[in-house]
């Protein structure tokens, strides 16, 4: 028999029973009608050894990786003293003198206290490491993993290898006084400009960035200050955020500037 019911109006309405969609729970998640067709869970998916492993490449799944790779970053690099990042090209020969002189950073640095963090690879970043190690600093690789195979490179004493560039990038500016940028591709803009935006909006404080190389970082540097302030898309206090130079000591005095600095200030 069918149900009587009330329209709005107050009139009567005949109509059949209210058949509801299939549902499941999967944990806190309610799936209804086609998005149960199918599913098993987890538990089955876990103890099932035989089953297809595509779930473990989920994004539920990848949630738990991305944590993993923070909680080793963190309780890996906590204990690091005061330190200095620097970025520069994977592509850098060991034969020629950017090479040499991203030794000499390294080991200027090491001997004023800071360990040294790279990305861990080759060229430059190979170079910042060799220089810290052999001057009896810390030395600090932070690898990625990439398409083409890069590696930890040998004089790195703490390595630690990330899947995802934005755990790698906390870890930088987390563990970091200040960053020291030379020659380099696409991924030293990259941390180039988010270092810049995370200072630029008080994400992180105390915090230079140097541009070490005027002839190569010149032009960059007349371009933001022609095009991007003259524009009017960033202010002129805005322009000191970036320190260019060509000497390493001069680099040193701005890295310990800021240190003290960031000292006084905690």
């Not at 190690?133 to 690898?143: F, I, N, P």
């Not at 930890?152 to 987390?174: E, S, W």
């Not at 040193?252 to 000292?263: N, P, Q, S």
């Amino acid at each position: 028999m069918s149900k009587v019911t009330s329209t709005p109006d107050g009139a009567a309405d005949q109509s059949s029973p209210v058949v509801h969609p299939p549902e499941k729970m999967r944990g806190p998640v309610l799936l209804r009608g086609t998005q149960t067709a199918g599913t098993s869970t987890t538990d089955q998916r876990l103890l099932d050894s035989r089953g297809p492993t595509d779930w473990v490449h989920t994004d539920p799944w990848r949630v738990l990786r991305i944590q993993a790779e923070f909680v080793e970053g963190f309780g890996a690099l906590a204990g690091l003293p005061r330190a200095v990042t620097v970025f520069g090209s994977a592509r850098t020969r060991r034969d020629t003198e950017q090479y040499r002189l991203a030794t000499r950073i390294g080991a200027a640095l090491a001997r004023e206290g800071f360990a040294v963090i790279t990305g861990g690879g080759p060229g430059t970043m190979e170079a910042a490491n060799r220089g810290a190690k052999e001057a009896g600093g810390m030395s600090v690789g932070l690898g990625i993993e990439l398409p083409f195979e890069q590696g930890i490179n040998q004089y790195v004493d703490l390595g630690i290898n990330f899947r995802y560039f934005f755990a790698r990038k906390t870890m930088f500016v987390k563990y970091s006084q200040a960053f020291v940028c030379l020659p380099g591709g696409f991924g030293t803009l990259d941390e180039l400009f988010e270092a810049l935006t995370l200072v630029q909006t008080k994400k992180v404080t105390k915090f230079p960035v140097v541009l070490f190389g005027s002839e190569y970082w010149g032009g960059l540097v007349d371009w933001i200050r022609d095009s991007v302030a003259g524009a009017g898309n960033i202010s002129e206090p805005d322009l000191s955020l970036l320190h260019l130079t060509d000497d390493v000591d001069d680099m040193v005095r701005v890295v310990h500037d800021a240190y003290a600095a960031w000292e006084a200030a905690h």
